[in-house]
């Protein structure tokens, strides 16, 4: 199926997210999803690292080269949000100094009646960070679809904005070579 673009986003944070029936993730796990947006069809793909500490001088090299970054913590455990100042530094260290790689920091398990994190004091991080915020919950994927949307709209406006170099494989974002005409593009 063709797309008009390619978004890589990646997957950071403390681990435990909730998956039924899978194990944790090992160094780093990919999936991808296709999307509309302005009616483009774009492509997302999207590398989950699940906070393996183990794994991390291998997952800092797939913080290159993305236009996007999910930062997990989970709202019922204040050690995972006490963690994203650091997750935030090697995000930023890592992708480099001109980097335009946008990162919505995200309150998981929203779902749940215990927090340790209030909303409140995540959308006050994201405000002094300059990020995008959003609670969610895995398990009943609540905002989830809307994350990546919210995300994708913002990657797609600075396209059109010029604010990506889409010759440069860092940015995060590609454009097929084939098949797509300069109208396809825009």
């Given at each position: 199926?063709?797309?008009?673009?390619?978004?890589?986003?990646?997957?950071?944070?403390?681990?435990?997210?909730?998956?039924?029936?899978?194990?944790?993730?090992?160094?780093?796990?990919?999936?991808?999803?296709?999307?509309?947006?302005?009616?483009?069809?774009?492509?997302?793909?999207?590398?989950?690292?699940?906070?393996?500490?183990?794994?991390?001088?291998?997952?800092?090299?797939?913080?290159?080269?993305?236009?996007?970054?999910?930062?997990?913590?989970?709202?019922?455990?204040?050690?995972?949000?006490?963690?994203?100042?650091?997750?935030?530094?090697?995000?930023?260290?890592?992708?480099?100094?001109?980097?335009?790689?946008?990162?919505?920091?995200?309150?998981?398990?929203?779902?749940?009646?215990?927090?340790?994190?209030?909303?409140?004091?995540?959308?006050?991080?994201?405000?002094?960070?300059?990020?995008?915020?959003?609670?969610?919950?895995?398990?009943?994927?609540?905002?989830?679809?809307?994350?990546?949307?919210?995300?994708?709209?913002?990657v797609y406006e600075n396209?059109?904005?010029?604010?990506?170099?889409?010759?440069?494989?860092?940015?995060?974002?590609?454009?097929?070579?084939?098949?797509?005409?300069?109208?396809?593009?825009?």
């Amino acid at each position: 199926m063709s797309y008009a673009y390619l978004f890589k986003y990646i997957l950071v944070g403390d681990g435990s997210r909730f998956q039924i029936d899978q194990p944790t993730t090992i160094g780093v796990e990919f999936g991808s999803r296709t999307i509309s947006i302005n009616d483009r069809r774009i492509k997302l793909q999207i590398w989950d690292t699940a906070g393996q500490e183990r794994f991390r001088s291998i997952t800092r090299s797939y913080f290159r080269g993305a236009c996007g970054a999910l930062l997990v913590y989970d709202i019922s455990r204040r050690d995972t949000f006490d963690h994203v100042a650091n997750w935030l530094e090697m995000l930023r260290d890592c992708s480099g100094a001109e980097s335009t790689m946008m990162i919505t920091l995200i309150g998981n398990k929203c779902d749940l009646k215990c927090r340790e994190v209030s909303y409140e004091e995540g959308a006050k991080l994201t405000r002094d960070q300059g990020l995008i915020f959003q609670e969610t919950s895995a398990k009943s994927a609540q905002n989830v679809e809307n994350v990546f949307i919210e995300m994708s709209r913002i990657v797609y406006e600075n396209i059109q904005n010029n604010v990506y170099d889409l010759s440069s494989n860092n940015c995060g974002v590609q454009v097929p070579r084939l098949g797509l005409t300069k109208s396809h593009q825009r």
